[in-house]
């Protein structure tokens, strides 16, 4: 009886949570495909009464949706792939090999987790402008080559790989790199596709850096130009939410297909034990 | 031993030089520039930049405006934080429950807010919290409570934020939650329900206790990263009604980015990190070993 | 596994140097490259069909017009020039043209426009005064205003004619007057004016027409002098008295829909929207709005002069082709097709002479309100100031501060921010 209850509560409950977790997603689909204005009445449409692609083709149209979708997507794949290398390098060797500094090194690092990202930006901005990297690719991609919770995260991970198999190893006389290489990443592969989602998602959807670095509009990734016609366009909704679609989709597709590889790294890197 | 030695800062290297270089080195030159008068007429002409010493800070200070930000930004972290994990434990613990259904599913469509592109969902929330054609007001109206100008009323358009970023938050630290949740043993609460406890004992004899080193880290991490409120009110309220939605990140934004003063833009970043630092450090002390490496 | 990292290694270098590459690669400098110009909001979609007449008359010369959202021009233009990334021309906010000379990005005008077809005097006076810049080799020319901008009257003639009052208001008493007795006969939802809490343009003019902001050479404020006090009582006293909402614009749902429903008599605005309440107001209700001068304290005042200017960069490399662009915007036919195209007004008389504007009853009082306009404080920290004025004037309004202590506050907060100017200027004279 009491169980019986509990089922209906529980689940009740949980319902009514996805619910309000996807409902506003939801809503922003079904206004994408309303005609201008139709969401400005009252009552408040749910569903679009007749389905238009008019805002789509305005977005990919006069507004070039296009260009910021590519941008967005080659600095992500462009992040992703350095970053991904970088701190799968560095992880394994704060991990496995011993070397002068080691531990202390990794603990500042721990420590500046604690610095806010921003405090960082304006010197930065600075310091590539005499490099020429201001409104380039490389200037968006520069901050994001490497990062503490990275290493972090292939640490933790790489911490499991036994020491007599890369004992094991040296015995037979293969070097280092090959170790790293043939045995070390295979093993680390799991950790390498939950670095890779967690790299891409951040700088698909990274805003202040981008607005800051680039100022040429055809550089500008989604959320950049996003931001800018929510500032112009404030009345066409529909639009706004069009682009909104066209911004989330992606990153929800790459999640729904490797959610797996996302959730077990957030929990590897911070659950201890 | 000394090949490894190599090896070890040859693969550590290129990860540390790029966190040196663009990390490091400019926040030790953000840190020299809080010390001196950049502005407009210095960025022009470098000649006429002037080293200030602790002046920044001390104007800073005496900023009403930066006091507002300071007080939005601790409004937004102090009401935000126990709302957001407070909604994440509550969907840990249902998801949980031995009597939960579709457990994958639910927890997919629970995360899936937390993945998306905050430009993108403030977008969609600034109209779902329109004061005429938002859903939300239309909602309220049908109960009889009368509709609330979100983003436009002083007093409400940080509770909208709040409630925007719980949304968008909670499933972050619901996941994380979940598998510490998952990691207590059936056992014990098979053993506690022999014994004669009822579910809310369980709660908070078993289940509480045992979240708690969880708990402080979600918390920790939450904390500082609800202190970096910047891109909803870039978004959502500009900094509006009345300067009611500045946060610290907001007001150094356009301090450093609208009126060039990248001196004080700098001073307020620093504030900011020492802040957040304070605030780390006082909770720490709740849990003695962050790094989880006894070895 | 070895390969997959390794090509992925690779992938990551070749991106990297790629994307180093065009860091590097000189897309803006090229000399035969496009000419850049950066322009905001509606005009640069505009501006796309005009350029045919100019590529027609200098084949060769190809345009990239980039659009800025004017909540963000500001910013990227600054951001633009601390990275080297301005364009060769673009449309400037003529409040933005202090900033800009004292950051010395700008190319003075006054010989081009000498040597070219375009007559200086045909401008508007105080118009033209904006884009006047001191310098230490004396005042020069550093933009060519595009449009012009000014606040005046828009008015629902039928609400003042149904109150007593035959015509506009001309003098501050009048406009109570008449503000007044609209209230009382409109009842609950019945204003005499709409000023949103956020726009401080009306505030501006009202000032402008009481005398001098700032003190001692534009480095100390003169907020809480008896000046820029008259014009905060009178400002403040609107709302105080009920004869306005105190509402920003953001709480308006519809400025059109509640100008006709009659919720307002008076709105303070600019030229953009004699095109706008021709489109969004009910027939019903077209002939029966109008617009006049701003009234001053004791006849027709002076107003904000507002608009963009055309400016030439300094850092162009293709000076040349793009001040003939600049001159093809400006020749009197250019602009009365600009204006047909956005309801932007000349800032040639000569334009004026159109039919589209000579007979146009709302816009001949923006032509009579143009021939008595003044300039904002042409120091780069004036945007600034402009904005903490009305968030000032805003505190006042909601009775949150007294107007003694409020304007006291803003010129102790203007003393400090011009602190650096002052020093600047001590700095000169000490050098002499």
Excluded at chain 2, 184 to 199: I, N
Excluded at chain 2, 262 to 284: D, M, Q, R, T
Aim: proline share 6%; with cysteine.
């Amino acid at each position: 009886m009491n169980a019986r209850w509990a089922v209906w509560v529980v689940n009740g409950l949980l319902a009514g949570l996805a619910f309000v977790s996807l409902f506003p997603l939801l809503w922003m689909l079904s206004v994408s495909f309303m005609p201008a204005g139709a969401s400005s009445t009252l009552p408040t449409p749910i569903f679009p009464s007749t389905v238009t692609l008019d805002n789509y083709r305005q977005l990919f149209g006069s507004i070039g949706m296009g260009r910021y979708f590519m941008n967005s997507l080659a600095l992500a794949l462009l992040s992703s792939a350095i970053s991904v290398s970088f701190n799968v390098m560095a992880g394994y060797a704060f991990a496995k090999l011993r070397f002068r500094g080691r531990d202390a090194i990794f603990k500042t690092l721990l420590g500046a987790l604690v610095i806010p990202g921003q405090v960082a930006m304006l010197p930065l901005f600075l310091m590539l402008k005499p490099l020429g990297l201001i409104n380039s690719y490389a200037g968006a991609v520069v901050p994001m080559m490497a990062s503490v919770f990275g290493i972090f995260l292939v640490r933790q991970f790489a911490r499991g790989i036994p020491d007599d198999l890369l004992e094991a190893a040296r015995i037979d006389g293969a070097s280092e790199w090959r170790i790293f290489l043939t045995i070390v990443v295979p093993l680390l592969a799991p950790v390498l596709a939950t670095l890779a989602i967690f790299s891409f998602l951040g700088s698909w959807n990274d805003f202040m850096w981008p607005l800051i670095v680039l100022t040429d509009d055809s550089l500008h990734t989604l959320p950049v130009a996003l931001a800018g016609l929510s500032r112009e366009h404030v009345q066409d909704n529909e639009l706004m939410m069009a682009g909104s679609v066209v911004t989330i989709l992606p990153v929800l597709l790459v999640f729904l297909a490797l959610q797996r590889h996302y959730m077990d790294g957030l929990m590897a890197g911070s659950v201890k034990g | 031993m000394r090949k490894t030695q190599l090896v070890g800062w040859a693969l550590a290297a290129p990860a540390l030089v790029v966190i040196a270089v663009f990390f490091a080195l400019p926040v030790a030159a953000g840190l020299l520039l809080s010390l001196t008068d950049f502005d407009l007429y210095a960025l022009a002409d470098l000649s006429t930049l002037r080293f200030v010493g602790l002046q920044n800070y001390a104007r800073l200070l005496q900023t009403p405006l930066f006091w507002q930000a300071l007080g939005n930004t601790f409004y937004f972290v102090v009401v935000g934080v126990p709302v957001s994990i407070g909604l994440s434990l509550g969907a840990a613990l249902l998801l949980n429950a031995r009597v939960a259904k579709w457990q994958p599913l639910f927890r997919t469509a629970l995360f899936a807010p937390v993945v998306t592109t905050v430009v993108a969902v403030a977008v969609i929330w600034r109209y779902l919290l329109h004061t005429r054609y938002g859903l939300i007001n239309q909602g309220l109206e049908s109960i009889g409570v009368g509709p609330v100008d979100w983003l436009g009323n002083p007093h409400w358009a940080m509770p909208a934020i709040i409630l925007f970023a719980a949304w968008k938050n909670f499933g972050y630290n619901m996941v994380i939650l979940l598998a510490a949740l998952q990691a207590v043993p059936r056992e014990l609460y098979e053993s506690a329900r022999v014994d004669g406890a009822r579910p809310l004992r369980q709660l908070v004899d078993l289940t509480l206790p045992m979240l708690t080193p969880t708990l402080v880290m979600v918390g920790i991490m939450t904390i500082t990263g609800y202190f970096q409120l910047f891109a909803e009110p870039y978004v959502m309220t500009q900094g509006g009604p009345l300067r009611s939605t500045v946060s610290v990140l907001y007001f150094m934004y356009e301090e450093g980015f609208r009126w060039w003063n990248l001196g004080n833009a700098s001073a307020v970043a620093f504030a900011l990190f020492v802040v957040i630092f304070a605030v780390s450090w006082v909770l720490l002390r709740f849990d003695r070993d962050p790094t989880g490496a006894t070895a | 596994m070895k390969a997959r990292r390794a090509a992925l290694k690779g992938l990551g270098a070749l991106a990297l140097g790629g994307a180093g590459a065009l860091a590097g690669c000189g897309r803006r400098d090229d000399p035969n490259g496009p000419l850049h110009f950066w322009a905001m909001g509606r005009e640069a979609e505009v501006v796309a069909e005009l350029l045919p007449a100019f590529h027609a008359r200098h084949p060769g010369v190809q345009v990239r017009v980039q659009q800025l959202p004017w909540t963000a021009a500001h910013e990227k233009l600054l951001t633009a020039y601390a990275g080297g990334a301005l364009p060769d021309l673009c449309q400037l906010g003529n409040t933005w043209l202090p900033e800009f000379t004292a950051l010395d990005a700008l190319e003075p005008l006054d010989a081009r426009l000498a040597g070219s077809g375009v007559p200086r005097d045909d401008y508007f006076a105080g118009i033209l005064d904006t884009n006047v810049m001191p310098t230490a080799q004396g005042p020069r020319l550093f933009g060519l205003p595009w449009y012009v901008d000014t606040r005046l009257l828009f008015y629902r003639s039928d609400l003042l004619r149904a109150a007593g009052f035959a015509q506009a208001p001309r003098s501050w008493a009048e406009w109570l007057d008449a503000m007044r007795a609209i209230r009382q006969r409109g009842g609950r939802n019945g204003f005499g004016a709409l000023l949103p809490l956020n726009e401080p343009d009306p505030l501006f003019a009202l000032a402008l027409q009481q005398g001098a902001l700032l003190a001692d050479d534009d480095t100390r404020g003169a907020f809480s002098k008896p000046a820029f006090r008259r014009a905060l009582d009178f400002y403040a006293g609107i709302f105080h008295e009920g004869l306005a909402p105190v509402m920003t614009d953001a709480q308006i749902s519809n400025v059109w829909d509640e100008f006709a429903r009659g919720m307002f008599a008076f709105y303070v605005s600019g030229p953009w929207n004699i095109g706008e309440f021709r489109r969004r107001l009910p027939t019903a209700l077209q002939g029966r709005w109008a617009t006049a001068p701003l009234p001053g304290p004791d006849g027709p005042g002076v107003s904000t002069a507002g608009g963009s200017s055309l400016v030439l960069f300094k850092s162009s490399r293709r000076k040349e082709a793009a001040w003939r662009l600049i001159e093809f915007l400006s020749e009197t036919d250019t602009m009365q097709r600009f204006h047909a195209l956005t309801g932007d007004l000349p800032p040639r008389r000569s334009a004026w002479r159109a039919p589209a504007l000579a007979l146009d009853a709302p816009s001949q009082a923006f032509a009579q309100q143009l021939e008595r306009v003044r300039a904002a404080p042409k120091i780069p920290e004036w945007e600034r100031i402009f904005q903490e004025m009305q968030q000032t004037a805003q505190r006042v309004v909601q009775r949150v501060q007294g107007a003694e202590a409020a304007t006291a506050q803003l010129d102790a907060w203007v003393d400090a921010l011009l602190e650096k100017r002052r020093w600047l200027r001590a700095r000169a004279a000490a050098a002499r």
